[in-house]
T-cell receptor, first 116, second 111 residues
Framework: DSGVTQTPKHLITATGQRVTLRCSPR?????VYWYQQSLDQGLQFLIQYYNGEERAKGNILERFSAQQFPDLHSELNLSSLELGDSALYFC???????????????FGPGTRLLVL | GQNIDQPTEMTATEGAIVQINCTYQTSGFNGLFWYQQHAGEAPTFLSY????GLEEKGRFSSFLSRSKGYSYLLLKELQMKDSASYLC????????????FGAGTRLFVKA
């Protein structure tokens, strides 16, 4: 158990819909990262937040958005869902966003999203 | 841009040693990670290298050569439970700190 929690574990929805994925980082971690992992692809970095502010952006679609709240939990919002958005969405957390060893990321169990 | 290459699949025998290679190209290298991921599960941290050389941790060791853009993960005394994907990830500080993951190497350990 990494200490990172994600809800829900599974989500089934229809094309065109909007969903919200939630992540609570490990106690004491200020950084939250979101990743997408499709069946035939590696982990794709989406976005990172540090202490409530956006820190780095990866290949995140405009239909997707995220935020980190004052209590440090984060939400990833996916809208106008398409079949291709079906994937495992992982959240990870770390102590700090710098290059120190403490930046090791600890991953949550993931949310499996299926768009029908 | 950034690019990470690692073999797609490898097979090894229980009790043996296997080396998984990773080459990378990045403009703002700031460390290299290895993660293990069992199918359908979250990646778990194995090792971190930021300086050249070998880091040993039990049955697992990781090596880095920054001048060559090269790393390897060495697994000794292989066990069946080591069958998993091994992800090489590079931290890049160009335009904000980002960790870029390779596609992973799927390792099959056979009896």
């Amino acid at each position: 158990d990494s200490g990172v929690t994600q809800t829900p574990k599974h989500l089934i929805t229809a094309t065109g819909q909007r969903v919200t994925l939630r992540c609570s980082p490990r106690s004491g971690d200020l950084s939250v990262y979101w990743y997408q992992q499709s069946l035939d692809q590696g982990l794709q970095f989406l976005i990172q937040y540090y202490n409530g502010e956006e820190r780095a952006k990866g290949n995140i679609l405009e239909r997707f958005s995220a935020q980190q709240f004052p209590d440090l939990h984060s939400e990833l919002n996916l809208s106008s869902l398409e079949l291709g958005d079906s994937a495992l969405y992982f959240c990870a957390s770390s102590v700090a966003p710098t290059g120190r060893r403490g930046e090791t990321q600890y991953f949550g169990p993931g949310t499996r999203l299926l768009v029908l | 841009g950034q690019n990470i290459d690692q073999p797609t699949e490898m097979t090894a025998t229980e009790g043996a040693i296997v080396q998984i290679n990773c080459t990378y190209q990045t403009s703002g290298f700031n460390g290299l990670f290895w993660y293990q991921q069992h199918a359908g599960e979250a990646p778990t941290f194995l090792s971190y290298n930021v300086l050249d050389g070998l880091e040993e941790k039990g049955r697992f060791s990781s090596f880095l050569s920054r001048s060559k853009g090269y790393s390897y993960l060495l697994l000794k005394e292989l066990q069946m439970k080591d069958s998993a994907s091994y992800l090489c990830a590079v931290r890049d500080n160009t335009g904000g700190f980002k960790t870029i993951f390779g596609a992973g190497t799927r390792l099959f350990v056979k009896a």
